[in-house]
């Protein structure tokens, strides 16, 4: 916690002032033109990786970068979605996979979670391709959960309609956590 409170006091001292007029601005704006959607994995910073500011990411990150198919009813992550594309109206979606990722290793690997009950649950709505086994198929499960998700996505209807009035574009990602390079799914080449 005391790295924290250091973090803040260096945040309030050095980052804010520099950074004042940004933020007087952001205090009544929100238009962010991105929804990224990203691992809960603590190595995986998107606003770092990207090198965006405050205000141009909205940010959704869950175990697994999941984004379970659109379902009636009350759901967090649904909800996100909904407002990120119906409200603020974000122009590009990228999911974002990642190397090492703990969440496409336990699916990989068919890692026991019966004491884990609720990330057994959640991992549900990951890639369902069942012939992944082992350490040497990470790789191409990571690839295919985010091909999964940006599928899931395309079912929830804010996204369909943004889609269909080519209002938004959706854009697959993996990032490689030694090498900080970044693969665009079924684009002519990699980011970086
Ligand atoms: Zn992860």
């Not at 006091?9 to 238009?31: I, S």
């Not at 691992?39 to 205000?55: F, K, N, Y």
């Not at 395309?154 to 959706?170: G, I, W």
């Amino acid at each position: 916690m005391q790295d924290l409170a250091e973090g803040v006091a260096r945040f309030q001292r050095g980052v804010f002032p520099a950074k004042a007029e940004l933020f007087a601005h952001l205090a009544t704006t929100h238009r962010p033109g991105t929804l990224f959607i990203g691992c809960s994995d603590a190595r995986v910073v998107p606003e770092l990786l990207t090198q965006s500011e405050p205000g141009e990411l909205f940010v959704i990150r869950t175990a697994g970068n999941l984004v379970p198919a659109y379902t009636p009813g009350a759901d967090g992550v649904a909800a996100s979605v909904e407002y990120a594309v119906g409200v603020l109206g974000v122009r590009e979606i990228v999911v974002c996979g990642h190397s090492a990722c703990g969440a496409m290793t336990a699916l990989a690997e068919g890692h026991d979670l019966a004491a884990l009950p609720a990330v057994a649950d959640w991992l549900r709505h990951a890639d369902a391709a069942p012939a992944h086994a082992g350490t040497a198929d990470l790789a191409a499960l990571v690839r295919g959960n985010v091909r999964a998700q940006l599928a899931n996505l395309a079912t929830h209807p804010s996204v369909a309609r943004a889609l269909a009035e080519q209002r938004l574009t959706l854009h697959g990602w993996v990032y490689d956590i030694p090498t900080g390079s970044i693969e665009e799914l079924d684009a002519a080449r990699a980011l970086t």
